[in-house]
């Protein structure tokens, strides 16, 4: 056992010693075969595994008829329950579900710890990991993000999540330093991108309803809020202002000196079907004191 397969594997994932290959990390390089001489490391199609006939077991018509009685049951008492629910809600379908449509990003996102676009593209092998691996499942392969010869490497979306700052698993999993080692402590001082705020968007404007999402999730404060109506003011005829008629509507203020370009802002948005704020990414990563 010579073990150059071991060394020589890009991702890591061959245990010479024990015989195995971790087929979820392995991003089909061939440097292993290549690399060995005797001709131990091979490539083929894993075998489909062969299905075995499954076992019908009698059942009694005894427990058989209890079983249609109970079903019987639950089915009465599941219809009349919905037929109840469905004269609560008859009124929703006014209101139809819409999904939250993806912005067009100016500057794509890429992951943090990738430095910046030209290290990303420059060293990324389109491997995938970081997309597989990725928990809140917000990594993408990019189409043309970042133009047509930097096709499947990465980007970040937030539709499904948001880059949380305890996360490090697309820098842990990277096999050729495309996305550097980043500690779960450096990730709220290294900015990926900027969140903008589009206010014709936000439904404390066009809805007149509060809301206080992004504010509140932010993990470095960048959100700040301020009155949606400045220079208005009202006051009771006692000269003091009055909880029924003072516009008390908060709308977001974005510090681009504290934000990381996370997502949080973007995926908590209730606004549709485009979020009244979004994320527009760095060319290259800025370091935040």
Request: hydrophobic share 30%; glycine share 6%.
């Amino acid at each position: 056992m010579c073990g150059r397969c071991s060394r020589d594997c890009k991702a890591s994932c061959i245990d010479f010693k024990n015989h195995t290959i971790d087929y979820t990390r392995c991003v089909t390089c061939f440097n292993c075969i290549e690399s060995c001489k005797d001709g131990s490391m091979t490539y083929s199609i894993k075998k489909a595994a062969k299905k075995q006939p499954l076992e019908i077991v009698g059942v009694s018509s005894e427990n058989n008829s209890r079983r249609q009685f109970f079903i019987t049951s639950l089915l009465m008492v599941a219809s009349a329950t919905g037929l109840k629910a469905q004269e609560k809600k008859r009124s929703m379908i006014k209101f139809p579900a819409v999904r939250k449509d993806r912005y067009k990003r100016s500057i794509p996102v890429s992951p943090p710890g990738s430095l910046s676009h030209d290290n990303l593209n420059d060293k990324c092998t389109a491997c995938l990991l970081c997309v597989n691996q990725c928990p809140d499942k917000i990594i993408r392969p990019s189409v043309n993000e970042y133009g047509w010869t930097a096709v499947m490497q990465p980007t970040l979306s937030f539709e499904r999540g948001y880059c949380r700052t305890d996360c490090t698993v697309c820098s842990d999993v990277c096999p050729t330093d495309a996305i550097t080692k980043l500690s779960k402590g450096d990730k709220t001082k290294v900015a990926m991108g900027h969140a903008v705020y589009v206010r014709e968007n936000c439904i404390v404007v066009k809805d007149d309803v509060n809301c206080d999402g992004c504010w509140r999730i932010c993990p470095t404060d960048a959100i700040t809020r301020e009155y949606r109506d400045s220079g208005a003011s009202y006051l009771s005829p006692a000269g003091q202002p009055d909880a029924n008629t003072v516009d008390l509507r908060l709308v977001p203020v974005v510090n681009k000196d504290k934000c990381i370009g996370c997502g949080a802002c973007e995926y908590i948005c209730p606004a549709r079907p485009l979020s009244a704020i979004f994320v527009e990414g760095y060319k290259k990563h800025l370091a935040l004191n």
